[in-house]
């Protein structure tokens, strides 16, 4: 087992094969994203999954993303992490006339080391909307890959 650890503000650990849970936000400047600015980061989400990542559970937040995935023998979560943020936020600027940093700069990581935390993560994920807001019946912006 070869783990390779590197820091920015956070550390992150690498481990070839493995699962993680992974969390972005907006910048603190930046007002929630809106419906269609969320569709657009959920299609840029699901865009490779089965190609470039296996996704588990994601779902997008105003705020915040959450994915749980396990990426595919030769793409790095750094690389799949920073096409996600670069496409979106270019495209949200683009769009949607946002101006200024869209997401902050470092991504939450997690290795997912068992089956229970896999499991929690995963409901944590699927339920997330739905603590946050718990009027809704539904949320658009929540599943699981393909």
Not at 48 to 70: E, P
Not at 134 to 140: A, D, G, K, N, R
Request: aromatic share 14%.
């Amino acid at each position: 087992m070869n783990i390779n650890i590197y820091r920015r503000n956070l550390p992150h650990w690498r481990l070839e094969g493995a699962t993680y849970f992974i969390t972005w936000r907006l910048q603190r400047n930046q007002p929630p994203l809106r419906p269609e600015e969320r569709t657009l980061v959920q299609t840029a989400i699901l865009h490779f999954d089965g190609v470039r990542y296996d996704i588990s559970a994601f779902v997008v937040m105003d705020d915040h993303i959450h994915v749980l995935l396990k990426p595919e023998p030769g793409w790095e979560l750094k690389s799949i992490t920073h096409s996600w943020k670069s496409f979106t936020a270019n495209q949200i600027q683009r769009k949607y006339h946002r101006k200024g940093g869209i997401w902050q700069k470092e991504c939450f990581d997690r290795i997912i080391r068992n089956e229970k935390e896999y499991l929690k993560q995963g409901n944590y994920i699927l339920g997330n909307p739905f603590v946050r807001w718990p009027e809704l019946e539904e949320y658009s912006w929540v599943g699981i890959g393909r």
